[in-house]
């Protein structure tokens, strides 16, 4: 396993150190927030799988998004 670079690590150790901080502080509200950070959306998986946003698809052979109303000749 390739050795993560020192800023990386740093930032991990960051984000654990703040997240502890957050979950050990007794605010409801900073609990509630952390949370939210650590939680997936349902609706962003739900993009994902579908592809499908505002009357256009994501075509990958077009290389993006692409409006569902052209049609192939």
Known sequence: MKRA?????????????????????????????QKLIDSEPECEKSIERNHRFSGCHFDENAGGWVSDQWGLK
């Open 5 to 33: 670079s020192n800023s990386y690590r740093l930032q991990l150790i960051k984000e654990v150190a703040t997240r502890q901080q957050r979950l050990q502080s007794g605010d409801p509200m900073a609990n509630h927030i």
